[in-house]
């Protein structure tokens, strides 16, 4: 049975805290189409008093209550958080599960993800102190020299909703292991487990400040956040077209940004591959998290002597796929995020649209024809693409992957360096020597 949703408020300086405006925003399930609740909407009143807080936790006793703590006095908080992740992993999953989407067993899976992140720069805040005051060779006697790492200040941390709970711990996790405060704004389309950990923070004591969260609209709770003078810095994963403006803010006060946008990533199958298993890999790089990966591989480039097998292997492993409520036992796709132009429609238009212009759908891109209700779109296969196609130029965040195939390394490293995006790739070949060649040269 899904966990119900909790009735949270914004979480600053250590307490629940009504919004300003007192605005709500509601949650759908984007298996149903229903509202199962609701979330707090900052606005810019509510993020100047959590950037106030997160400046006061950092400046505190000038500094001793935290960034100037030792690591292992701040390990001691994130392993507290990772070990109250664990303990509440079913709660957490399914709450994840019936805000984004995803598969219960994905989300399980993230859990542990999660606490592993904690744990992980739990382990690095402890290392910090052996490092702390390293001594630095100088040519001259005089002089002495040593290495202080400092904490950088108030961090602002803007995640996205396909991994919701993960991707906020891959920004709080080393922020807080470091020495810094945090205003975490995640995003409205999946904030539940956000506010949970909120709720976890609380119940560990994590002192006042160190981590606020906000959630909202993100012109309203998130924009305010790059161009504010008392940020030290943001760090953003999400759209290119955000992260833009984003970088144009934070521009303006000279401040460092971190940014992890879009992605159109190839996958190059060469012919000597097992064919299964680099099918099942195919399929994995792009169907995953319903496909909602900025690092899929949705671009599938396939040797010419063995394409007609590969792909009709490909397309009868994805008529396959179970898609259905993401609490159904053996779901491995459930729907989309949302309804919005940019997401549900978004993808169907995209799908539309690579068939005006002449692809060929060789398996979904429609609506199962078993569910009524909810964001859901068939694992999309689409050949017949050629590289000035939308489809195959620009990202659709969706279960689409379009394929190409090619008669020489040459041509393969080609087309998938003919793309304004570069943040991942994959090569599948049983010969190592091609398999590090092509590597090194594509995205």
């Given at each position: ?12 300086n ?34 100047e ?42 709660e ?22 999660v ?77 539940l ?11 560990i ?48 006060v ?14 190059l ?24 990966i ?43 995020v ?72 040459e ?11 570069a ?10 020597d ?10």
């Amino acid at each position: 049975m899904a966990s119900k949703v909790p009735v949270r408020q914004l979480f600053i300086n250590g307490e629940w805290r009504a919004p300003l405006r007192e605005k709500r925003l509601p949650v759908i399930n984007p298996a149903t189409e229903e509202t199962i609740g609701e979330i707090p909407a900052a606005t810019a009143e509510d993020v100047e008093v959590a950037v106030k807080a997160a400046r006061v936790a950092f400046t505190r006793n000038r500094g001793k209550d935290w960034p100037r703590t030792s690591g292992a006095f701040r390990a001691k908080y994130l392993r507290a958080i990772a070990s109250k992740v664990i303990e509440r992993k079913s709660e957490l999953a399914e709450l994840e599960a019936l805000d984004s989407g995803k598969p219960l067993d994905e989300t399980s899976w993230d859990m542990d993800d999660v606490a592993g992140c904690f744990e992980f720069y739990a382990d690095l805040a402890d290392a910090l102190d052996g490092e702390q005051h390293a001594s630095v060779s100088l040519p001259m006697e005089t002089f002495k020299s040593h290495v202080l790492k400092e904490p950088l200040g108030v961090v602002g941390l803007i995640t996205p909703w396909n991994y919701p709970l993960l991707m906020a711990a891959w920004k709080v996790a080393p922020a807080l292991a470091a020495g810094c405060t945090a205003i975490l704004k995640p995003s409205e389309l999946a904030s539940l487990t956000c506010l949970e950990l909120a709720s976890i923070c609380k119940e560990i004591g994590l002192p006042p400040g160190v981590l606020n969260i906000v959630t909202g609209l993100g012109p309203e709770a998130g924009a305010p956040l790059p161009s504010h003078p008392d940020v030290d810095k943001v760090a953003f994963t999400g759209s290119t077209v955000t992260g833009r403006a984003i970088m144009t803010a934070a521009a303006q006060v000279i401040k460092p940004v971190s940014l992890e946008l879009g992605g159109k990533s190839p996958i190059l199958v060469f012919e000597d591959v097992d064919i299964e298993k680099a099918a099942e890999w195919a399929m994995f790089g792009c169907f995953w998290t319903n496909g909602q990966i900025c690092s899929a591989t949705s671009r599938l480039l396939v040797q010419e002597s063995i394409a007609d097998e590969f792909i009709g292997k490909l397309v009868n492993w994805t008529k396959s796929i179970q898609i259905s409520d993401p609490f159904e036992k053996g779901c491995r796709l459930g729907p989309v995020v949302s309804e919005s132009q940019v997401i549900y429609k978004k993808i169907l238009n995209c799908i539309s649209l690579a068939k005006e212009e002449g692809a060929t759908i060789l398996c979904g891109g429609q609506r199962p024809k078993h569910l009524k209700k909810g964001y859901f779109i068939e694992p999309t296969i689409v050949g017949n693409v050629n590289p000035s196609m939308q489809i195959w130029r620009e990202e659709v965040f969706g279960p689409v992957l379009s394929v190409m195939t090619f008669k020489t390394e040459e041509e393969a490293i080609d087309l998938a360096n003919d793309s304004h995006y570069a943040l991942a790739g994959a090569v599948l070949s049983n010969d190592a020597d091609l398999r590090n060649r092509v590597s090194e040269v594509i995205p």
